[in-house]
């Protein structure tokens, strides 16, 4: 059963800009952090961009003031701004939720990704 489904990926220009969402299923609660991640052909995963429960964010350097994480905990659903996006952003970016168990570890999710595509 999916979890959490991303939306928002596309085909734009250098210089435009995107908005992800990644909604989380309605069941899934205590979530701890959610974040974003891509990967681009031939590469590894990387983080881009997270946020905790506590609102502490975290962005790859890459990435510092051209994309902003916000969550909106009512709605279970994360969200990540892309400003000013270049070529090398080109990637399939991920959604990951850490939810918390009691008296367990963790458990983390993942979105099945959404395309994001720019050129120069």
């Known amino acids: 059963q999916v979890q959490l489904v991303e939306s928002g990926g596309g085909l734009v220009q250098a210089g435009e800009s995107l908005r992800l969402s990644c909604g989380a299923s309605?069941?899934?609660?205590?979530?701890?952090?959610m974040g974003w991640y891509r990967q681009a052909p031939g590469k590894q995963r990387e983080l881009v961009a997270s946020i905790t429960s506590a609102d502490t964010t975290t962005y790859a350097d890459s990435v510092k003031g051209r994309f902003t994480i916000s969550r909106d905990n009512t709605e279970n659903t994360a969200y990540l701004q892309m400003n000013s996006l270049k070529p090398e952003d080109t990637a399939v970016y991920y959604c990951?939720?850490?939810?918390?168990?009691?008296?367990?570890?963790?458990?983390?999710?993942w979105g099945q990704g959404t395309q994001v595509t720019v050129s120069s």
């Open positions: 990951k939720a850490v939810v918390s168990r009691s008296g367990l570890d963790s458990r983390v999710y």
């Open positions: 309605r069941s899934m609660t205590g979530i701890i952090t």
